[in-house]
């Protein structure tokens, strides 16, 4: 044993000396070699300047960073953060092998996607095991409705975990919607799109302000219900807010069969006249 | 009419060169001197370097910097900013009249506050007149819970306005507490402290995962629903997340009588275990 550790310590730390790594308080006593940070870093919701200037200081210094992208695609999240990336970095795509949840049986989207996030998990930590710090660049915010909860949950109890918190997709649209989301004492409900129609609107009835999110093909059935609660007034509708290609249509402009997964609706809460 | 509009003409634009103002589409065609934009920039929830890399270049380039602060004390927004000002900029202190919303009658609460509303809008008017964009500092994001939104709701109609998202109090506060906040579909529920036992009762025991503010006095009620709804276990407490006083407490251990108005309460949504 005493061998094996003096062999441990004998390698040197491979993380870059402005990067240290802090070893989590349960590390077992015969582990000296720093082992690196898992870094959930939040980036915005798309316009590549609503990274905060934390994300941006740990992505320019992380020696590994991951990013979600489906496949064949260049991904969302890479493009906001290309142009800080530097050759000296391992960049690690994490290529998701479904992109819908509608599949065949016996294929089941539930153990194809646990399956790949506890094999990528197990890649990055090689990677933390070797010293290296991680960054998981996650698109909005890590904790809303992130992609990289999954490996959080999976790798924070062995290893330090740090989550630098985003500005998340619905205020990117509250923004560039002009729409106020809630004042003073206002309860604001976020719901999916895929939720069934009647909770969807058992719920958006009772909510002072609301964002609907996961749109996509759920599109017809939001609207129908926004409609019959009386509420199509009221929301607002925005596409790939604060990107390049934002649009903004009228909620009864918009084509059922084209809402891209990046839209939401917005149903801002009354004003208050204070 | 045509006299005035050429004396109009000759006063020189006294908006910077580097922070160029647009006119908006509905200014009058005998205005010719460019107005200056309403700028309503969120600066994250407490730590400085959650600033968006946006929000930075617009708060340096900003001729008038206006920030919210309670009579007697320097501000949270204005900590976060402050080391960025600089002398060429007008620093306009907005200081609230009063600091509770009990008041004895005949005082109102209401009319107070709109009457301080107006009367800042007015001298933001003045600058926005002027030429001279203004930068209205807000703490996490302008359009979650901010004081901005009713300067906003003043000006907007009559002056370019742009809001930059910023990093919300509860996503800081998610980030600290290292708790993953929304799965999948789960419905996410934000909702104040000052509502009625009955009604947090209600919307807590429907809520997937919830998030509590403003709880200040209004901690022990919170609790007692938490308890009562057997939702005690799940939830963490935070005491001005991200900031540099920040305090992350056991439930149980909070004494309200000393819970701040930045302390907010966390129940995540049940782990998916994809």
């Known amino acids: 044993m005493s ?3 003096d062999a441990d310590a004998a390698i040197p730390n491979q993380a870059p000396a402005d ?4 070893t989590p308080a349960g ?9 690196g940070r898992l870094l959930g870093l939040g980036v915005g919701p798309g316009d590549p ?3 905060t200037v934390k994300a941006l200081r740990l992505l320019k210094a992380a020696p590994v960073v991951a990013y979600f992208v489906a496949k064949g695609k260049k991904g ?18 994490l290529v998701y092998p479904v992109t819908t949840e509608a599949l065949e049986p016996p294929l089941s989207y539930e ?8 094999s990528i998990a197990h890649v990055l930590a090689g990677h933390l095991d070797a010293g ?57 409900s976020v719901l999916s799109g895929v939720l069934p129609e009647a909770e969807l609107k058992r719920r958006l009835a009772d909510a002072d302000a609301a964002v609907i999110m996961k749109l996509g093909r759920n599109f017809d059935k939001v609207r129908r219900v926004l409609d019959e609660l009386g509420l199509a007034r009221r929301a607002l509708y925005v596409e790939r807010a604060t990107m390049a290609n934002q649009r903004i249509v009228p909620l009864a402009d918009v084509d059922p069969m084209a809402s891209p997964y990046f839209s939401l609706l917005v149903v801002p809460g009354e004003k208050w006249q204070g």
Chains 1, 2 share one sequence.
């Open 132 to 188: 290296r710090d991680v960054a998981v660049i996650c698109e909005g915010d890590p904790f809303f409705y992130g992609s990289y909860m999954y490996l959080h949950d999976r790798l924070a109890p062995r290893f330090h975990a740090e989550v630098v918190p985003g500005v998340c997709a619905m205020l990117g649209g509250a923004a560039v919607l002009g729409a106020p989301l809630v004042y003073r004492n206002q309860t604001l």
């Open 49 to 51: 300047e609503l990274i």
């Open 27 to 35: 590390a077992p006593a015969d582990a000296p070699r720093p082992r």
């Open 76 to 93: 969302n999240a890479f493009s906001i953060i290309e142009a800080h990336l530097h050759d000296a970095q391992i960049h690690l795509p």
């Open 111 to 118: 153990a194809i996607i646990a399956d790949f996030y506890d």
């Open 19 to 22: 990067t240290p790594s802090n």
């Open 3 to 5: 061998v094996q550790r």
